[in-house]
């Protein structure tokens, strides 16, 4: 039986919290601690920065109806918004505050209906809350609640800032969704900025992504809703093949598929390889154990260094054998992932050899990130994960002549550092 791997997946979970916390979320964006997200209207951070002059905005971000189009940047279209301009990379477009919000549970939806419902004689919430779009909604909503049940269900999006948190922000709700969005949703539990992603020529759609845009075809679907069908660029080219199932054969070409619908048997045209979709769907099983073993208790038992050379071994199983699995499906990243993790841990006990652990961690983090950043499809929006593992490669310490080995790919942390830079600036207006 392969041995665990990892000290705990629990303290994995809490070091990747513990950079969430200190480098997403520095700069919480609350009404509580009265800070202007980075891009929103300048008459908001004059008014905060003054507190003989808060009360008004103060009132506009807890009543949660106040918008702004900044610097007339975008115009409304017949479903959602468009380039009123031409438009430059990491622009805000629109500041938008939240109409409801509430810490990520059970108990959300219940919450923020009865936030909704307490302001529910006012025009707003009568002529633009429940306006809103319910596409996504496929379940039945109570005649008591106004259809409030359906509007939440389709609306309401995780902040980017404090992840614990949800929040409706009204006017960010009409923007039109692709799976290669070109604009991003910075927001906190009480203001949301939109950002451009991209250069943006005038009268094109600005988009945004509802969902992870690292998830494969078949997880974005369901993350929209059985109501919702996305007919994006980047999904009708994932019909005929997603790549994050694609398996390349020996002679370097992607020419089979290991999704579960695939032919049984496929056979290279090229040289003629056979590829046994069964074989591949095991080791992505195994893998998928492996990363889930990772969760127990028991993982946190044994010697680091051991662990991590056993879980390097099925990692290697799993992608050289001749059906191997495919390397970008989120399985095989994640193994990979915990590769690193484990090195990294073996780095920090006594006696370990640490430039050698550091090396390994450090080019199977390259891999897993580079895996990783080709699943987000062709968007420059880098989702949380990726961000995270981004700040780890920065924040630990460095094997000697890393940039020269063989793996390295010339990366060092200045590169990283500056890689992250322009991930922050670019969606969240601030170096980091």
């Known amino acids: 039986r392969l041995p665990c791997v990892l000290e705990n997946c629990q303290r994995q979970a809490m070091d990747l919290w513990n950079w969430a916390k200190s480098r997403l979320c520095a700069r919480r964006s609350r009404v509580e601690l009265e800070v202007a997200l980075p891009g929103a209207p300048a008459g908001l951070a004059a008014a905060l920065e003054d507190p003989s002059s808060t009360s008004e905005w103060l ?38 505050t939240a109409f409801c919000a509430s810490r990520v549970g059970p108990d959300a939806c219940r919450a923020m209906m009865a936030q909704c419902l307490k302001k529910r004689e006012s025009s707003f919430f009568k002529d633009q809350v429940l306006k809103l779009g319910t596409g996504r909604f496929t379940g039945v909503s109570k005649d008591e609640d106004h259809g409030l049940e359906a509007v939440l269900a389709s609306n309401v999006r995780e902040c980017s800032r404090e992840p614990d948190f949800v929040a409706l ?73 997603d790549p994050q199932f694609a398996v390349a054969c020996k002679c370097g070409k992607p020419r089979f598929n290991a999704q579960p619908s695939a032919n049984k048997s496929q056979v290279c045209d090229k040289c003629r390889v056979k590829f046994n979709l069964a074989d591949s769907m095991q080791h992505l099983e195994e893998a998928e154990k492996t990363n889930s073993f990772l969760c127990t208790p028991e993982a946190a038992r044994g010697d680091n260094f051991e662990k991590a050379r ?75 994960h990726f961000i995270l593992s981004l700040c780890r490669m920065v924040g630990t310490r460095w094997p000697k002549d890393t940039s020269d080995k063989k793996g390295g790919g010339g990366c060092s942390r200045e590169a990283c550092a500056d890689q992250l830079e322009a991930i922050c600036m670019r969606q969240f207006g601030q170096p980091e």
């Open 169 to 241: 922000f009204v006017a960010t709700a009409r923007f039109g969704h692709s799976c290669r969005p070109n604009a991003f949703v910075d927001s906190s539990r009480s203001q949301a900025v939109v950002r451009a992603l991209c250069d943006t020529p005038a009268g094109q759609p600005v988009l945004v992504s509802y969902v992870p845009v690292s998830l494969p075809l078949v997880a974005r679907k369901s993350r929209l809703g059985q109501g919702f069908t996305c007919t994006c660029e980047r999904c009708i080219e994932e019909e005929v093949q």
């Open 310 to 384: 056993a879980l390097e071994a099925r990692l290697q199983t799993a992608t050289v054998s001749t059906s191997p699995a495919p390397l970008l499906h989120p399985h095989i990243l994640q193994l990979t992932n915990n590769v690193a993790n484990s090195y990294y841990y073996a780095s920090m006990t006594p006696k370990a050899n640490k430039d050698a652990c550091l090396e390994a961690f450090h080019l199977h983090k390259r891999r897993f990130m580079a895996g990783l950043e080709l699943n987000h499809g062709g968007t420059k929006q880098r989702d949380t």
């Open 59 to 96: 009132q506009r971000l807890a009543e949660g109806d106040y918008s702004e189009i900044i610097e007339n940047r975008l115009e409304a279209a017949d479903h959602g918004y468009r380039a009123a301009r031409a438009l430059k990379e990491g622009e805000a477009l629109l500041f938008d």
